[in-house]
C-alpha cells in the first residue's frame, strides 16, 4: 500500500488524512495516510525515517515548511517563490518539495468563491510565511495591485519588493491602511488563532470580499467584516481542500473533486 503523511507540531487537528482518503476513494487508489508528530528540531530525522520506511510523499504544516524547504534536492517555482514547502514527493530516490498554499487560495477564491483576481486590488494583511506562500499565485493572476500591511512596516515593504518582479505590490504598516474599500481583503495574521482582532477602520471592507486563512470557526475577523458591509465572508477551509488537491495530483497526478469534500467537512463540523 502507497504510504502517505503529514508532519506538524502539534498535528492532532490536521484533517488531512480525511481528505486525502476522500480523494483516495473518489479515484479507487489504495493509500495509508498518517499524522506524525515530529519534534521541534528534528524535522530531517524524522522525514528520513518517514522515506526510509517507504514513505513515497507528505504534506508539511506548521512549523516545519521552511525546515522542509532546506531539506529538498528540488524545487518547483512556486516553492521557490514562496521560500517554504508543504508537499513532497520522492521520485527516483530524489526529494521534489512544492507549496500549494497560494494556488490553493486562488482557486477557492475562483472556483468555489466565483471571486475572478485580474484587474482587482487586494489587500493582504500580515507579512509572515503564510502570506509568502499565497503573494506569487495571486500577483499570476494580474491583480490591479496587492497592498500589503504588516505591524511591521520595514517587514512588509522588504516583502513587497521581493515579489515586484512578479508584479505590482507595495508594503505598508497596517496603521497606515486607509479607510477607503478595496475589491479584496484577505486576514494571513495569526491574530484569528487566539481570538483577537486588528485595528481596522470600518470603511475597508464596504462591499469587499473578506477572506480569513483560518478555518474551522468564525473569527473576530469574519465577524468585523459582516458588521462592516462585507459582501462576502469566507474562512479557510475551501483553501485547506484545494491545496490538498493540488498536493494530491503532484504524487498521483489526478485532480480530485473538492466540492463534496469541503461539504462533507462542514457538514461533520456544525
Request: aromatic share 2%; charged share 25%; net charge positive.
Given at each position: 500500500m502507497k504510504r502517505f503523511a503529514v508532519f506538524g507540531n502539534p498535528i492532532n487537528h490536521s484533517l488531512s488524512p480525511m481528505i486525502h482518503n476522500e480523494f483516495a476513494n473518489e479515484f479507487g487508489i489504495e493509500l495509508s495516510y498518517e499524522k506524525i508528530l515530529s519534534p521541534i528540531g528534528d524535522f530531517a530525522l524524522t522525514a528520513n525515517e518517514f522515506i526510509k520506511d517507504g514513505g513515497l510523499g507528505f504534506n508539511i504544516t506548521v512549523p516545519f515548511k521552511l525546515d522542509a524547504f532546506?531539506?529538498?534536492?528540488?524545487?518547483?517555482?512556486?516553492?521557490?517563490?514562496?521560500?517554504?514547502?508543504n508537499t513532497i514527493k520522492v521520485q527516483n530516490k530524489v526529494i521534489y518539495g512544492e507549496n500549494t498554499d497560494g494556488n490553493g487560495l486562488v482557486n477557492d477564491l475562483e472556483n468555489n468563491l466565483g471571486e475572478s483576481l485580474g484587474?482587482?486590488?487586494?489587500?493582504?494583511?500580515?507579512?509572515?510565511?503564510?502570506?509568502?506562500?499565497?503573494l506569487k499565485p495571486i500577483l499570476d493572476k494580474n491583480p490591479e495591485k496587492i497592498l500589503l500591511a504588516n505591524r511591521t512596516s520595514e517587514k512588509s515593504i522588504k516583502l513587497a519588493n521581493d515579489f515586484l518582479k512578479f508584479g505590482k505590490v507595495c508594503g505598508f504598516g497596517i496603521h497606515q491602511i486607509k479607510p477607503k474599500p478595496v475589491d479584496i481583503v484577505i486576514n494571513a495574521t495569526s491574530a484569528s488563532i487566539g481570538g483577537g482582532m486588528l485595528d481596522l477602520p470600518s470603511g475597508l471592507c464596504e462591499d469587499a470580499l473578506c477572506y480569513d486563512l483560518m478555518y474551522g470557526m468564525q473569527t473576530p475577523f469574519m465577524k468585523w467584516a459582516l458588521e462592516n458591509s462585507a459582501r462576502q465572508v469566507s474562512d479557510g477551509l475551501g483553501m485547506l481542500v484545494e491545496q490538498a488537491a493540488l498536493s494530491f495530483n503532484f504524487w498521483h497526478g489526478?485532480?480530485?473533486?473538492?466540492?463534496?469534500?469541503?461539504?462533507?467537512?462542514?457538514?461533520t463540523s456544525d
Open positions: 532546506n531539506f529538498c534536492e528540488e524545487l518547483t517555482s512556486n516553492a521557490r517563490a514562496a521560500g517554504a514547502v484587474g482587482k486590488e487586494i489587500l493582504i494583511i500580515g507579512a509572515g510565511g503564510a502570506t509568502q506562500g499565497i489526478k485532480s480530485p473533486k473538492t466540492d463534496s469534500v469541503i461539504r462533507l467537512i462542514r457538514e
